[in-house]
Structures are given as structure tokens and as C-alpha cells.
């Protein structure tokens, strides 16, 4: 083991003190590390101006959901004197106003941050584990195995699924947990149609034939040959997955049943400030653009790895 | 063909029902009671004893099951807990509200989202091309209820023209047939947009992606070099093909659009079943609920087995590769 760290490092090394070789550092790389696919997808990515705007602003929600308690101007749940604190409009001492409790809406919306960011990230791992697996196994086995699985994910997508999710979380005690995981629970049939549509397509490709024919198990098969090929759409599905799951993270908030209170969430925020919508507008507003803004940096990111990864569309 | 789809309609039927029976005793061992709202000084124990009993909630839970599916099958979906009514009487009015909204939000839908998808795709890095990426994009994100919230402010609140809730004004007497039209189109108008349109803009770049890998294809450039009007070229050979990963995308938003109908039928008060729905779940109110899932996942069902006939008409290679295996 570590004599092959040492291996690497060296061959890496070698070729990067090499004068003659180091402006084709990239074509070198992909060769030395037998990843070209990769490496060179995400020399592309850097030049993908779009997907590294999402990345920078995923990077930053990030940086904010960590450094929340040292950039927040106030305290989230701390109540401001009332009633003079009450539903101030933007201002130096509060840039995004304050709410009916005199709490300042920034530190609310930083805070709130962290809620959303946790919950979908870790849901929607969940979903595409699951939904990449069924996907695969069920397109890739075919007959009676691919339509018991289907129809299955069919009557799993037919039942409402914020029924589901009310359900569940009136049925358990509510807590972030129990979120995640009825997020990434009910998330991945999605992903398991379209990754079964693509391995459909695949699977009486010349090169699955000829893997077959060496004598290729079907466990190989779907994780060597078809899974990879289907990384593209499990991407695309993924990222429009984490929007998807912070949308519903926030209107389960926005109808009272997410986090509980008063852990500041944005879906909940904009709950509050429905009522007072046209005298204080920015109780709504400002979380509400989080949420836009997280969900938009998510879908740049995955648009500018499927273009960068894609190799059937860069071939 | 006919039979092939016959037989996945009851396959799925009988998925329904086991989902179903999950949820009757999920809902039934889930902690709260439906009659709850009765414990009230003024209503003595003794008659709220009573009306238990009479609605068979004192029974065991499986025995509540088996009356329960005995009267379903019967198309008998039982009692509102809530309303003391039948849920047929209930489901009567919500489902047609239910259904303007959804039909109108998925006309917007498909219009938009494949008008503005083939047009960027046809002038791809165009002007227009890069606005409507960018619009979709921003649409795709907002959240439903935000975007209901920020409407009504500017729309209803600010400008007036708009009304913000409810499926007609509160007083139709003096209206006549076209005014009436008018104050239920005016009424559609803010929640339609809301559901549609945001799901439009991700249909939006589907179409746009699918159309220009269509574009690359071998056949297109055969069809351009046959000389053939790009107009022809799009519609005829282009569209067609491109359309086959739209269609499945169609049938997947169908629960999507319901769902969302929950959120904005609760925002705008529009008295359909997604109102009902988060009332009835609020209020434990089991035959409502488990009534509602059922239409719902008949309604998705059946729009899931129509995205498949459209696949099998517009593609026959799928058809018959089906057949193949």
C-alpha cells in the first residue's frame, strides 16, 4: 500500500519537474492517474464558467452555514426589545430588517442555512444510492424482476409524497433525523426510472454483449460496465434532486412541520411573515431568496459537471 | 398492446390498494385521535362515547380495516369525521376544482416549457436562448409558496388587479355567464401560473437538452442536406424524436403537479382536495385521507400508463424491444 502511494507520487513528480512534458501537464495526468474520463472532465468543469458560479455559491452557502455564529450580527433566537424592535424595515444596524419578535432577519436567514443545507445533502445521498440500485437492477435484469420493481416504483410515485411525509412525521416525534431520512426515502424512484431508461437503452450495446460474452457476471456488469455509463443521468438526477428536496424541506417548514421552532429554518420564515406581507415585506422576501439562491447554485453546479463528465457530449 | 397495458393498470391497482392498507394502519397507530377537537367542557364524555361508537373508531383496528375495505370496494369511500358527511359528497366538489387547476397549470405547462425549449434549442446561444436559460432556471428554483406570497403582494395586494384567493368572488348573483367566466378565469389565474409554470421551466431545459442532442444526430444532418425547410426539419424529425424522453418527464410530473397543488390550494384557498387533503390530515380525518390518496394515485396512474402510450406510438423501436425480451 505504500509502496504504491510512493509509486504514484513519483511518477506524478517526475512528470511535473519534467520541463518538456508540463504544458501538456493535463494529457499527462490522465494517463499517469488511468482516470481520464475524470481528470478531464474536471479540467473542463474549471473552464465551465456557469458550474463553477454554482460551485462558488454552493462553497459559500457552505462557509456561511459554517461560520454562522461568527458572521451573524445578532443572536437568531434572541427577541429584540418590543414593541420598538417589532418588524424594523432594513437598516445598518439590521441590513435585512427584524421580524415580530425583534430578531434579526440576516442572522435568522445565516442560521437558517444550516437546516437546509444538512437535510438535503444527506437525503439526497440517500436517494440516489437507492435510486441508482433499483434503476440498474431493475433495467438491467429485465422480465418479471424489471416489472415487479416497476410497478412498485409506479405505486410508490403515485401516492402523494408531502401525504407520505406528513404522515410519517405526525406518526414519529418530529426531529431533523426523521426529516433526512423521509426525504431521501421518498426521492429516489425518480432517479431509479430515468438510471433504468438509460441502462434499457444500454444494455444491448456492443460492448455489454461483449462483456457478456467473457464471461462477465451481472454484478459486474451493472457496476463496471452500466452504472458508470448512466453517471451522467444519476447527475442531472441528483442535482435536480438536492433543489427538489430543499424546496420540500422548506414547505413542509412553511406549513409548520419541519424543524420545531424557534431553530431558525427559511421555509418557516416565510411562514412568518405571511401575514404582514404588505407592511413587512422582508420577513418573506429575504428567505425566500436563500432558498432561490441555494437551489440555483445546486442546479449551475450539476449543469456544469454534466457538461464537464458528459463524454457522449463532448466526444 | 391493449392487454400489455390492461394488465399493468391492475397491477398497479393492486399496488395502490397495498399502499393504501399501509397507510389505514399507519394513520390508525399514529398517536392523535380524530376526536380530539370534541374535548371541550361543553361536550360531556358520555357523548363523545357515543358518537365513537358510532362511528366505529371503539372497534379493533383490523375490524375498522375490513368494514372499511368492504365499503371501498363498493365505491362507498365512508365518512368525513370531520364534516359528518360522505366523502363522495366532499370529493364531488374538491376534485373538479382540483382538476381546473391542475388541467389549466399543465396546458401552461406544456406550452410553455416545449415552445421555449425547442426555440432555445433551434437558436441555441441566442440572445433569447440565454434569457430563457436563465429565466427557467430562476422559475425552477422558487419555491412554490414563495413565489404565491411574492404574486399576491405585488399583484393583489399592491396593484389590485388580481384577486388572491378563493375559486370565484364571494358574490356571482348579479353576474352574468361571460362576467362569471371572466371572475373565475381572474381567479385562476395567480394559482395556475404558480403551478405551472415553474414546473414548465424545468420541462423548459429538458426539452432544450433533448432537442439538441437530437440535432447532432446523423438523420438531421441527412434532412438538412436533403435541402428540407429548418422549419420541417425541427418539427418533423427533430421534435418527434426529441419528445420520447419529454413524454416519460410529462407522466413524472403528474404527482408533482398534485402535490404541488397541496401547497397552492392552501395558499389560495382553493377549496380542492389538496386543501382538503392537509385539513383532513391535521384533523385525522382517515376515510378523507385514505379516499384522497386513492383518487390521487388513480388520477397519476392513469397519466403515468398515457406517457407510455405516447412513448410506444412516438418510438416503435421501444415497443417492439419490449416485445424482443
Given at each position: 500500500m505504500k509502496d504504491e502511494n510512493r509509486n504514484n507520487d513519483s511518477l506524478r513528480n517526475d512528470s511535473l519537474n519534467d520541463d518538456s512534458l508540463k504544458d501538456k501537464s493535463l494529457i499527462n495526468e490522465s494517463l499517469i492517474g488511468g482516470t481520464s474520463l475524470w481528470s478531464s472532465g474536471w479540467s473542463r468543469f474549471r473552464r465551465n464558467r456557469a458550474g463553477m458560479a454554482g460551485a462558488v455559491i454552493v462553497l459559500c452557502l457552505y462557509m456561511i452555514a459554517l461560520l454562522a455564529p461568527v458572521i451573524s450580527p445578532c443572536d437568531p433566537v434572541q427577541h429584540g426589545d418590543l414593541p420598538a424592535m417589532r418588524h424594523n424595515p432594513p437598516s445598518v444596524a439590521h441590513p435585512l430588517g427584524t421580524d415580530k419578535f425583534g430578531r434579526d432577519v440576516m442572522s435568522r436567514v445565516f442560521y437558517g442555512s444550516r437546516i437546509s443545507l444538512t437535510v438535503s445533502l444527506l437525503a439526497v445521498v440517500i436517494a440516489v444510492v437507492i435510486g441508482a440500485l433499483v434503476g440498474a437492477v431493475a433495467g438491467y435484469s429485465g422480465g418479471i424482476v424489471d416489472a415487479v420493481i416497476m410497478r412498485t416504483v409506479d405505486a410508490l410515485m403515485a401516492i402523494p409524497?408531502?401525504?407520505?411525509?406528513?404522515?410519517?412525521?405526525?406518526?414519529f416525534s418530529r426531529s431533523i433525523l426523521l426529516i433526512i431520512v423521509l426525504l431521501g426515502a421518498t426521492s429516489w424512484m425518480g432517479t431509479a426510472?430515468?438510471?433504468?431508461?438509460?441502462?434499457?437503452?444500454?444494455r444491448n450495446k456492443d460492448f455489454i454483449i461483449a462483456a457478456e460474452s467473457l464471461g462477465a457476471g451481472s454484478r459486474r456488469i451493472i457496476f463496471r460496465h452500466l452504472l458508470p455509463n448512466t453517471m451522467t443521468v444519476m447527475?442531472?438526477?441528483?442535482?435536480?434532486?438536492?433543489?427538489?428536496?430543499?424546496?420540500?424541506?422548506?414547505?413542509?417548514?412553511?406549513?409548520?412541520l419541519g424543524v420545531p421552532p424557534p431553530t431558525a429554518s427559511w421555509g418557516q420564515m416565510v411562514f412568518e411573515g405571511?401575514?404582514?406581507?404588505?407592511?413587512?415585506?422582508?420577513?418573506?422576501?429575504?428567505?425566500?431568496?436563500?432558498?432561490?439562491?441555494t437551489?440555483?447554485?445546486?442546479?449551475?453546479?450539476?449543469?456544469?459537471?454534466?457538461?464537464?463528465?458528459?463524454?457522449v457530449q463532448f466526444s | 398492446?391493449?392487454?400489455?397495458?390492461?394488465?399493468?393498470?391492475?397491477?398497479?391497482?393492486l399496488l395502490i390498494w397495498i399502499v393504501l392498507t399501509i397507510t389505514f394502519f399507519l394513520m390508525h397507530l399514529a398517536p392523535g385521535d380524530p376526536m380530539a377537537r370534541y374535548d371541550h367542557p361543553d361536550i360531556s364524555p358520555e357523548t363523545v362515547r357515543m358518537m365513537r361508537e358510532q362511528l366505529g373508531l371503539d372497534r379493533p383496528v383490523l375490524e375498522q380495516y375490513f368494514r372499511w375495505a368492504g365499503s371501498f370496494v363498493t365505491g362507498d369511500f365512508g365518512t368525513s369525521l370531520r364534516y359528518n358527511r360522505p366523502v363522495g359528497e366532499l370529493l364531488k366538489v374538491a376534485i373538479p376544482n382540483t382538476l381546473r387547476l391542475t388541467v389549466a397549470s399543465l396546458f401552461l405547462y406544456m406550452v410553455i416549457g416545449i415552445m421555449l425549449g425547442m426555440v432555445s434549442a433551434a437558436r441555441r446561444y441566442s440572445v433569447f436562448d440565454r434569457m430563457t436559460t436563465v429565466i427557467s432556471l430562476f422559475l425552477y428554483s422558487v419555491p412554490s409558496f414563495w413565489l404565491a406570497l411574492m404574486l399576491i403582494l405585488f399583484f393583489s395586494l399592491k396593484l389590485g388587479v388580481l384577486p388572491s384567493s378563493h375559486i370565484q368572488s364571494l358574490d356571482v348573483s348579479g353576474l352574468s355567464g361571460l362576467q362569471l367566466f371572466a371572475d373565475r378565469i381572474s381567479h385562476l389565474i395567480l394559482p395556475a401560473f404558480v403551478l405551472g409554470v415553474a414546473s414548465a421551466a424545468g420541462l423548459a431545459r429538458y426539452m432544450r437538452g433533448s432537442m439538441i442532442d437530437v440535432l447532432k444526430e446523423d438523420y438531421i444532418?441527412?434532412?438538412?442536406?436533403?435541402?428540407?425547410?429548418?422549419?420541417?426539419?425541427?418539427?418533423k424529425h427533430a421534435f418527434r424524436n426529441a419528445a420520447i424522453p419529454i413524454v416519460t418527464i410529462m407522466g413524472l410530473s403528474l404527482p408533482f403537479l398534485l402535490g404541488g397543488a397541496v401547497i397552492v390550494e392552501k395558499i389560495f384557498s382553493w377549496p380542492g382536495m389538496g386543501g382538503l387533503m392537509v385539513d383532513a390530515i391535521y384533523t385525522r380525518d382517515y376515510p378523507v385521507v385514505l379516499a384522497i390518496n386513492f383518487v390521487v394515485a388513480v388520477m397519476v396512474i392513469l397519466g403515468n400508463l398515457l406517457a407510455d402510450t405516447g412513448y410506444a406510438l412516438l418510438d416503435p423501436r421501444i415497443r417492439s424491444g419490449r416485445r424482443g425480451r
Amino acid at each position: 500500500m505504500k509502496d504504491e502511494n510512493r509509486n504514484n507520487d513519483s511518477l506524478r513528480n517526475d512528470s511535473l519537474n519534467d520541463d518538456s512534458l508540463k504544458d501538456k501537464s493535463l494529457i499527462n495526468e490522465s494517463l499517469i492517474g488511468g482516470t481520464s474520463l475524470w481528470s478531464s472532465g474536471w479540467s473542463r468543469f474549471r473552464r465551465n464558467r456557469a458550474g463553477m458560479a454554482g460551485a462558488v455559491i454552493v462553497l459559500c452557502l457552505y462557509m456561511i452555514a459554517l461560520l454562522a455564529p461568527v458572521i451573524s450580527p445578532c443572536d437568531p433566537v434572541q427577541h429584540g426589545d418590543l414593541p420598538a424592535m417589532r418588524h424594523n424595515p432594513p437598516s445598518v444596524a439590521h441590513p435585512l430588517g427584524t421580524d415580530k419578535f425583534g430578531r434579526d432577519v440576516m442572522s435568522r436567514v445565516f442560521y437558517g442555512s444550516r437546516i437546509s443545507l444538512t437535510v438535503s445533502l444527506l437525503a439526497v445521498v440517500i436517494a440516489v444510492v437507492i435510486g441508482a440500485l433499483v434503476g440498474a437492477v431493475a433495467g438491467y435484469s429485465g422480465g418479471i424482476v424489471d416489472a415487479v420493481i416497476m410497478r412498485t416504483v409506479d405505486a410508490l410515485m403515485a401516492i402523494p409524497r408531502i401525504f407520505l411525509l406528513l404522515t410519517c412525521i405526525a406518526l414519529f416525534s418530529r426531529s431533523i433525523l426523521l426529516i433526512i431520512v423521509l426525504l431521501g426515502a421518498t426521492s429516489w424512484m425518480g432517479t431509479a426510472r430515468l438510471v433504468r431508461g438509460q441502462i434499457l437503452s444500454l444494455r444491448n450495446k456492443d460492448f455489454i454483449i461483449a462483456a457478456e460474452s467473457l464471461g462477465a457476471g451481472s454484478r459486474r456488469i451493472i457496476f463496471r460496465h452500466l452504472l458508470p455509463n448512466t453517471m451522467t443521468v444519476m447527475i442531472i438526477s441528483a442535482t435536480l434532486r438536492i433543489g427538489g428536496i430543499i424546496l420540500i424541506e422548506a414547505a413542509l417548514s412553511f406549513l409548520g412541520l419541519g424543524v420545531p421552532p424557534p431553530t431558525a429554518s427559511w421555509g418557516q420564515m416565510v411562514f412568518e411573515g405571511r401575514d404582514v406581507l404588505l407592511g413587512a415585506w422582508w420577513i418573506s422576501t429575504f428567505p425566500g431568496i436563500a432558498i432561490i439562491a441555494t437551489v440555483i447554485g445546486y442546479n449551475l453546479l450539476g449543469e456544469g459537471l454534466k457538461e464537464s463528465f458528459d463524454p457522449v457530449q463532448f466526444s | 398492446m391493449v392487454g400489455y397495458f390492461i394488465r399493468r393498470f391492475l397491477q398497479s391497482l393492486l399496488l395502490i390498494w397495498i399502499v393504501l392498507t399501509i397507510t389505514f394502519f399507519l394513520m390508525h397507530l399514529a398517536p392523535g385521535d380524530p376526536m380530539a377537537r370534541y374535548d371541550h367542557p361543553d361536550i360531556s364524555p358520555e357523548t363523545v362515547r357515543m358518537m365513537r361508537e358510532q362511528l366505529g373508531l371503539d372497534r379493533p383496528v383490523l375490524e375498522q380495516y375490513f368494514r372499511w375495505a368492504g365499503s371501498f370496494v363498493t365505491g362507498d369511500f365512508g365518512t368525513s369525521l370531520r364534516y359528518n358527511r360522505p366523502v363522495g359528497e366532499l370529493l364531488k366538489v374538491a376534485i373538479p376544482n382540483t382538476l381546473r387547476l391542475t388541467v389549466a397549470s399543465l396546458f401552461l405547462y406544456m406550452v410553455i416549457g416545449i415552445m421555449l425549449g425547442m426555440v432555445s434549442a433551434a437558436r441555441r446561444y441566442s440572445v433569447f436562448d440565454r434569457m430563457t436559460t436563465v429565466i427557467s432556471l430562476f422559475l425552477y428554483s422558487v419555491p412554490s409558496f414563495w413565489l404565491a406570497l411574492m404574486l399576491i403582494l405585488f399583484f393583489s395586494l399592491k396593484l389590485g388587479v388580481l384577486p388572491s384567493s378563493h375559486i370565484q368572488s364571494l358574490d356571482v348573483s348579479g353576474l352574468s355567464g361571460l362576467q362569471l367566466f371572466a371572475d373565475r378565469i381572474s381567479h385562476l389565474i395567480l394559482p395556475a401560473f404558480v403551478l405551472g409554470v415553474a414546473s414548465a421551466a424545468g420541462l423548459a431545459r429538458y426539452m432544450r437538452g433533448s432537442m439538441i442532442d437530437v440535432l447532432k444526430e446523423d438523420y438531421i444532418r441527412t434532412a438538412r442536406a436533403k435541402g428540407l425547410p429548418e422549419g420541417r426539419v425541427l418539427m418533423k424529425h427533430a421534435f418527434r424524436n426529441a419528445a420520447i424522453p419529454i413524454v416519460t418527464i410529462m407522466g413524472l410530473s403528474l404527482p408533482f403537479l398534485l402535490g404541488g397543488a397541496v401547497i397552492v390550494e392552501k395558499i389560495f384557498s382553493w377549496p380542492g382536495m389538496g386543501g382538503l387533503m392537509v385539513d383532513a390530515i391535521y384533523t385525522r380525518d382517515y376515510p378523507v385521507v385514505l379516499a384522497i390518496n386513492f383518487v390521487v394515485a388513480v388520477m397519476v396512474i392513469l397519466g403515468n400508463l398515457l406517457a407510455d402510450t405516447g412513448y410506444a406510438l412516438l418510438d416503435p423501436r421501444i415497443r417492439s424491444g419490449r416485445r424482443g425480451r
